[in-house]
């Protein structure tokens, strides 16, 4: 589809700006409500890469062009009434200025009855025993305790999944799967890593996997 014939399909504002809603491709994290107008929609277009129009600035704005974490473009979506984007993106660092990886970090209500359970908030909270020390916390126990501790943790749950696995307890298993899981994230967050490392790295695989699979179909 080109550039004419998408914003054919587009409603923009009095202002000539429409809201675009970017998304993490990966992980469908929300990161950021941005606007466009129909320059930085087709400079976005044309570089694959995420362009807004600065509504405080009055101008133009490449994301990353100053701090580095641009956002490759994976696919633009329209609503209903064509006047708002979804922009599905690959991005390279933090969303928001403030240096959180989205902009919606400010969490003004939770009811703690229908929150799902997510590895990305088991992984902050992981993280956050890290950097800030709770006593009492085993997590934060493991840190004071240093690498060696929490290789030697996920060296002995490696051992016990093999043992459930192979009595064929699927419960036990399920149960030391959960260990090795966490002592893992543990140690993720000592050398640094995070979530969306985990994820791109799957992804990529993904990506090789798939590429090979068409290529034998030849």
Same mark, same amino acid.
């Given at each position: 589809?080109?550039?004419?014939?998408?914003?054919?399909?587009?409603?923009?504002?009095?202002?000539?700006?429409? !809201?675009?809603?970017?998304?993490?491709?990966?992980?469908?994290?929300?990161?950021?409500?941005?606007?466009?107008?129909?320059?930085?929609?087709?400079?976005?277009?044309?570089?694959?890469?995420?362009?807004?129009?600065?509504?405080?600035?009055?101008? /133009?704005?490449?994301?990353?062009?100053?701090?580095?974490?641009?956002?490759?473009?994976? =696919? /633009?979506? =329209?609503?209903?009434?064509?006047?708002?984007?979804?922009?599905?993106?690959?991005?390279?660092? !933090? =969303?928001?200025?403030?240096?959180?990886?989205?902009?919606?970090? *400010?969490?003004?209500?939770? *009811?703690?009855?229908?929150?799902?359970?997510?590895?990305?908030?088991?992984?902050?909270?992981?993280?956050?025993?890290?950097?800030? !020390?709770?006593?009492?916390?085993?997590?934060?126990?493991?840190?004071?305790?240093?690498? *060696?501790?929490?290789?030697?943790?996920?060296?002995?749950?490696?051992?016990?999944?093999?043992?459930?696995?192979?009595?064929?307890?699927?419960?036990?298993? /399920?149960?030391?799967?959960?260990?090795?899981?966490?002592? =893992?994230?543990?140690?993720?967050?000592?050398?640094?890593?995070?979530?969306?490392?985990?994820?791109?790295?799957?992804?990529?695989?993904?990506?090789?996997?798939?590429?090979?699979?068409?290529?034998?179909?030849?």
């Amino acid at each position: 589809m080109t550039y004419e014939e998408i914003e054919s399909k587009l409603v923009f504002d009095e202002r000539g700006l429409i !809201p675009a809603i970017v998304q993490d491709y990966l992980t469908h994290e929300v990161l950021t409500l941005a606007y466009m107008n129909r320059e930085s929609l087709q400079i976005s277009l044309l570089e694959g890469k995420t362009c807004f129009w600065s509504r405080s600035r009055d101008c /133009l704005w490449r994301k990353g062009e100053t701090s580095g974490n641009t956002q490759k473009i994976v =696919a /633009l979506r =329209a609503d209903c009434d064509g006047d708002a984007l979804v922009v599905e993106v690959q991005k390279a660092g !933090p =969303a928001c200025h403030t240096g959180a990886e989205s902009c919606f970090f *400010d969490e003004l209500y939770v *009811d703690a009855d229908s929150k799902p359970f997510s590895m990305r908030a088991l992984m902050e909270l992981i993280e956050g025993r890290r950097s800030n !020390p709770q006593e009492g916390s085993y997590t934060t126990y493991l840190f004071a305790k240093g690498r *060696d501790k929490i290789l030697k943790k996920i060296g002995e749950e490696c051992t016990e999944v093999i043992i459930a696995g192979a009595k064929n307890d699927r419960e036990e298993t /399920l149960y030391e799967l959960g260990d090795l899981t966490y002592h =893992a994230m543990v140690l993720m967050a000592d050398m640094g890593i995070n979530y969306e490392d985990v994820v791109r790295e799957l992804a990529k695989r993904h990506v090789i996997d798939h590429k090979v699979k068409q290529e034998r179909m030849k």
